[in-house]
Nanobody
Framework: QVQLVESGGGSVQAGGSLRLSCAAS????????MGWFRQAPGKEREAVAK????????YYADSVEGRFTISRDNAKNSLYLQMNSLEPEDTAMYYC???????????????????WGQGTQVTVSS
């Protein structure tokens, strides 16, 4: 059974930091590209960051470039998102997801992402 379990969300003030983690199980983790996505109330889900199978390729949304860092540990079947200089606009539910195709990598689409976690809430106050 495939499981993606996010953790690390919470409430912080603007300018603060959080580190999200995603624990994967039930599939061959290293064979999948991974991504972090977020959805704010009343808005569509958007891609935040993606990382290739081995970690050599990384994509960031323009809105988080320079502030967020995605990484993965294939030995631990884990995905991370270090979020610094958080802004109120970063408030959203954050999801990790897995894509076996790794197509459309350098885009903001979630096409191909087959497995999804339940999400962890991030709230940034001004």
């Amino acid at each position: 059974q495939v499981q993606l379990v996010e953790s690390g969300g919470g409430s912080v003030q603007a300018g603060g930091s959080l580190r999200l983690s995603c624990a994967a199980s039930g599939y061959t983790y290293s064979s999948y590209c991974m991504g972090w996505f977020r959805q704010a109330p009343g808005k569509e889900r958007e891609a935040v960051a993606k990382i290739s199978r081995g970690g050599s390729r990384i994509y960031y949304a323009d809105s988080v470039e320079g502030r967020f860092t995605i990484s993965r540990d294939n030995a631990k079947n884990s995905l991370y998102l270090q979020m610094n200089s958080l802004e109120p606009e970063d408030t959203a539910m954050y999801y990790c997801a897995a894509d076996s195709t790794c197509l459309l990598f350098y885009t903001d689409t979630d096409t191909g992402y087959k497995y999804w976690g339940q999400g962890t809430q991030v709230t940034v106050s001004s």
